[in-house]
């Protein structure tokens, strides 16, 4: 029993540093990200198997580089998964200049549409607009 | 005009999708701006393989809005899995992952279960057949009951599986070859289907510098030893040129020249990645 213990610290402690366990924020985060990418599955968009957690606070945003491709609509989403948070997701172009895009806003959920007349590097920024610091997960759809 | 039609179409679509969850307000049907990112913020961007790379699906997705392509031209004849060299089976398994989506699209079952078992193959050598199992199964039965949808999503969850169980095995640096693989063989088929019925706005479909950029970066930063291999060596090598074949203002249109000298440069470095081993 006690070798099994000692066996599960020591393999907790190995995966922990290499990001393979999940803590419950991480979970709820990106059920709630996947929830809300949802509903555009009825219109045809794919929901990428990918997904990037990150923490978040109100002095600190995320952006992450993307490849799209003209011609494709996108969905990017991103969710806290707290209710007292209130997130946004915008999108920039490769030299960091705003695009115009189609947002959605509720509280914890955020979600930006765009499709790109160029193909090419765009950036997305997910930003904590009230609430705690939080983890977060963003995911992105496509057709 | 089209512009305007693609946003109504967006509108409409968000619209609908969020009306359909109850506790949600509808989106705005408006287009915002926000002020620009900072030098710094462009820095410390993050870029990660899962979703800064797309996979071969999504580029194959940008082509078909221009027609049907036909797929089937874009087979190949089965690669050697032969090889003993973890840097080329990673390759070899980006590869064929790519032709699993192009069966895919081109509604062959047979050609995605012939594909699968190559996969698994490759993925044994690999040590990371456990995590295609499962997957290799539902890809057969999906195939033989037409399953398209669930077909290109579950192929996107091989492949993400197959990283993952590299990152467990602290195999790391082999999924990055995964990936280049897979953009490799996506960039060749993507150019062969251009080829076949040249025009301006799929031509544009091929910009992408960063992504180029991207991969070579992480090629860049692999063991010295995987990178003396020659297979990555002349992989690396010629991406320095496709780089500089994908890389053009936004608002240039490539030559049917130009996409076909990227068409041959990545057929020619297909081609390296499935040879057998010598």
């Known amino acids: 029993m006690i070798r099994f213990v000692l066996a599960t610290l020591a ?4 995966l922990a540093p290499m990001g393979l366990t999940e803590t419950d924020d991480q979970v709820t985060a990106r059920s709630d990200a996947i929830d809300l990418a949802g509903a555009f599955q009825n219109d045809g968009f794919k929901i990428r198997d990918g997904n990037f957690l990150g923490q978040i606070s109100k002095d600190h945003s995320q952006i992450v580089a993307v490849n799209l491709y003209s011609g494709n609509a996108y ?7 707290q209710k007292a948070n209130k997130l946004k997701v915008s999108i920039f172009d490769d030299s960091g200049k705003p695009v115009s895009y189609m947002p959605y806003q509720s509280g914890p959920r955020a979600a930006a549409g765009f499709s790109p007349d160029a193909s090419g590097l765009y950036y997305i920024k997910v930003r904590l607009e009230e609430g705690q610091p939080a983890t977060f ?5 496509y057709k | 005009m089209a512009l305007l039609r693609k946003w109504l179409g967006l509108s409409v679509i968000a619209l609908s999708a969020f009306s359909a ?59 050697s899995i032969k090889s003993t060299d973890r840097a080329q089976i990673a390759l ?13 699209e081109a509604h062959d079952g047979q050609q995605v279960k012939n594909v699968g078992k190559d996969v698994l193959a490759l993925a044994k050598k690999l040590s990371v057949s456990q995590s295609v199992i499962s997957r290799s199964a539902s890809i057969t039965q999906f195939a033989e009951a037409d399953a398209w949808d669930q077909l290109n999503e579950e192929l996107e969850a091989t492949q993400n599986e197959v990283k993952k169980a ?7 640096d082999l999924i990055t070859l995964v990936s280049v693989g897979g953009w490799i063989r996506g960039t060749e088929v ?4 251009v080829l076949q019925n040249y025009n301006a706005e799929d031509a ?40 500089k074949m994908v890389s053009f203002s936004a608002d240039h249109v490539p030559s049917e020249g130009e996409v076909k000298d990227l068409n041959l440069a990545a057929a020619k470095l297909t081609k390296e990645i499935g040879a057998p081993a010598e």
């Not at chain 1, 969905?75 to 998964?81: D, L």
């Not at chain 2, 590299?166 to 790391?172: A, C, G, M, P, V």
């Not at chain 2, 544009?204 to 297979?231: E, M």
């Open chain 2, 166 to 172: 590299l990152e467990e095995n602290r195999d790391t």
């Open chain 1, 75 to 81: 969905w990017f989403t991103a969710s806290t998964g």
């Open chain 1, 137 to 141: 997960c963003l995911i992105y759809s």
């Open chain 2, 92 to 104: 070899n398994l980006g590869t064929l992952i790519a032709d699993g989506y192009i069966a895919v």
């Open chain 2, 190 to 193: 993507v150019t062969g289907l």
């Open chain 2, 21 to 79: 969850l109850a506790d949600q307000p509808t989106a705005e049907n408006s287009m915002i701006a926000d002020a620009a990112l900072s030098a710094a913020e462009l820095k410390n961007a993050a870029s990660l393989d899962s979703l800064t790379v797309p996979t071969p699906g999504e580029f194959f997705k940008a082509i078909e809005k221009g027609g049907k392509p036909n797929w089937t031209s874009q087979y190949r004849p089965p690669v």
């Open chain 1, 11 to 14: 393999a907790s402690l190995v």
């Open chain 2, 204 to 243: 544009k479909l091929l910009r992408q510098p960063a992504l180029v950029s991207f991969l070579k970066t992480k090629l860049t930063n692999l063991p010295s030893k995987i990178q003396k291999d020659p297979l990555v060596q002349n992989v690396s090598r010629d991406l320095d040129s496709i780089e």
